[in-house]
């Protein structure tokens, strides 16, 4: 009998945890696969992802997103440019008692965002539709993006959003050929890809 979608999602998810297994909620591997049906149901009417296959979303998605939690130091966290959740939303389902603020401009994807918070119950969610680049809504302690910059530049300008000790975690692959300043990094490997996450300080 074929493996059903569901099935190849939820065991390679649950496969991938190792040792977060134990850190995580009862339902999550559930409440991701609740999140992937509604980013595939939205993917036909807006771009959110190119990766259809159930079993590569829960490793180059959400265990992805789930890399940072053995780097997070405080409670408040702020996902920029987070287009369809990642890495903010399972790091909210994996982590219901920090609480995560989602801040994307394209407001089709704040919709989506919207709407996954509202069908997950997501009450450690917020969801801002505006720039990295806007007024600060907020002081975090710590700063997520898997999204490309094009300069560090822009990597220094979040520092806005945070507070006196606040450090910003960027999610990297070796393809996107960008030169940044040597951050704090950790390098680890998904489908034979290698990944780092690299977190930066404040300078001054």
């Not at 130091?73 to 440019?81: E, K, L, Y």
């Not at 890495?87 to 994996?94: Q, S």
């Not at 520092?159 to 390098?187: A, C, M, N, Y």
Request: include cysteine; proline fraction near 3%.
């Amino acid at each position: 009998m074929a493996i059903s979608d569901k099935e190849k999602f939820c065991e390679t998810l649950k496969d991938s945890l190792g040792e977060l297994v134990d850190k995580v909620p009862q339902d999550f591997i559930g409440q991701c696969w609740a999140h992937w049906q509604l980013l595939i149901e939205w993917n036909e009417k807006i771009n959110l992802t190119a990766i259809l296959d159930p079993a590569q979303g829960a490793l180059l998605h959400y265990r992805d997103s789930l890399e940072a939690m053995i780097r997070f130091q405080g409670n408040s966290f702020v996902d920029f440019g987070s287009g369809a959740g990642f890495p903010g939303i399972p790091l909210a389902l994996a982590m219901p008692q920090q609480d995560f603020t989602l801040v994307e401009s394209r407001r089709k994807r704040v919709s989506f965002l919207r709407v996954c918070k509202s069908t997950l119950g997501m009450e450690n969610l917020r969801v801002l539709h505006c720039r990295a680049e806007d007024e600060p809504r907020g002081f975090f302690d710590m700063a997520l993006t898997r999204a490309t910059f094009s300069n560090y530049a822009d990597i220094e300008g979040l520092f806005s959003w945070l507070g006196e000790k606040g450090s910003v975690l960027v999610f990297r692959t070796q393809e996107d050929g960008i030169d940044f300043p040597q951050g704090e990094s950790h390098i680890y490997e998904l489908l034979g890809r290698k990944r780092t996450l690299e977190i930066f300080r404040r300078t001054g």
